[in-house]
């Protein structure tokens, strides 16, 4: 055999078992019920969920559905980078009106002498990156009353842990908001309710494996691990009507939101 002969059934043999381990690797992902995704094409994904109000209000940093009736959003969306993740001091801003909400969101005076802070739900320091998204996270949309020791405890826990995940898995899209509901206790002139629950859903929607984490917390102190409060996703869509992500293949939609597995989270 000439030597160009054996080069070219060399170079076959290596095309046939590079074709063969790009089947199985594919076929692995596929029996995991993941896709292949690249951060680049995980951009693209529509990850907002849907809205119970019609009032979808879009900031750079930061997507929300408007609840005039409760006078906060039922959701705040976006997305959080390990890039996001910085630790540059900024000035705290006053707390002011949504100047793209029409029928204007609740006046920070509603909180004053009302026993709640002022909770992000969008946190401040999940936007850190520049002044400008820092400060757009202290319109009055994007906050809801919350005890002192809620907010300052179990939930600031859970956003540190939720800064942690993005860093470890480089990419996350972030849901959270209040269980709005109706007979709930309200605050000030402008009546804000208060919500008896408080939510956070996460979803990891690059390769190697894409999964997802809900929480679901009673709006009191608590000293129990966050692993505690995992729920299913379906569970969340139940009580609130909302679907968290619509746009998501079904096969995989249904299994990551039928799931309460954590072991997939670092909870270290």
């Known amino acids: 055999m000439s030597t160009s002969r054996k080069i070219k059934v060399v170079i076959t043999i290596v095309a046939l078992l590079v074709g063969y381990w790009l089947q199985q690797k594919d076929t692995n992902i596929s029996s995991l019920g993941l ?43 976006y997305t959080l980078d390990k890039s996001d993740i910085v630790y540059t001091n900024y000035k705290r801003p006053f707390f002011i009106e949504d100047p793209k909400v029409k029928t204007k969101s609740a006046d920070w005076r509603n909180y004053k002498r009302s026993g709640y802070d002022k909770g992000h739900l969008c946190p401040a320091g999940d936007r850190r990156a520049s002044k400008s998204a820092h400060d ?8 809801s009353p919350q005890n002192h020791e809620f907010n300052a405890g179990i ?9 942690y995940w993005a860093k470890k898995y480089n990419h996350l899209y972030v849901v959270t908001g209040g269980i709005l509901e109706p007979n709930l206790k309200t605050i000030g002139k402008e009546k804000v309710s208060v919500p008896n629950y408080f939510y956070k859903v996460l ?8 999964k997802a984490i809900a929480f679901l917390l009673p709006h009191k102190e608590s000293n129990k691990p966050l692993s505690d409060f995992v729920v299913s996703i379906d569970e969340l869509e139940q009580k609130t009507g909302i679907d968290f992500f619509p746009e998501l293949p079904d096969d995989i939609e249904n299994k990551l ?6 072991k997939n989270w670092s909870f270290r």
């Open 136 to 143: 757009e996270t202290f319109y009055t949309s994007n906050i």
């Open 257 to 262: 939101e039928a799931s309460t597995n954590y």
């Open 155 to 163: 939930w600031n826990k859970l956003e540190q842990k939720t800064r």
């Open 203 to 210: 979803l990891d929607y690059t390769q190697p494996e894409i």
């Open 35 to 77: 896709t292949q995704t690249t951060n680049n094409s995980s951009d693209n994904f529509n990850y907002f969920p849907t809205s119970t109000t019609g009032v979808i209000i879009k900031h750079n940093g930061y997507q929300l559905s408007y609840s005039e009736q409760h006078e906060q959003a039922e959701w705040v969306a």
